[in-house]
């Protein structure tokens, strides 16, 4: 998690385990950016409110699994 939405800088380590060795599903990336959000547990700052936050977090984590596995794709086609 950025310092700009926790206290200080966080790896989720409880979303890391979400997906492993399962096939990559909405239902999937939900609870592992919900993981996401309880390990940065974010606060409201004059900046940005929690929920705010919160939302983001959740947006980012789907979108950096779907890229990173766009790209784990993209190698295994290429490596075909």
Partial sequence: ???DLAP???R???A???LKGKVLS???LDATADAAVHA???RTS???KREYREELIRNLTRRAIRQAAQK???KKGAAA
């Fill in 1 to 3: 998690c950025s310092s």
């Fill in 8 to 10: 200080t800088p966080v």
């Fill in 12 to 14: 989720a380590r409880s």
């Fill in 16 to 18: 890391e385990g979400v």
């Fill in 26 to 28: 909405d239902a999937g």
């Fill in 40 to 42: 940065c547990s974010p």
């Fill in 46 to 48: 004059w900046r940005a």
């Fill in 72 to 74: 784990a794709a993209a």
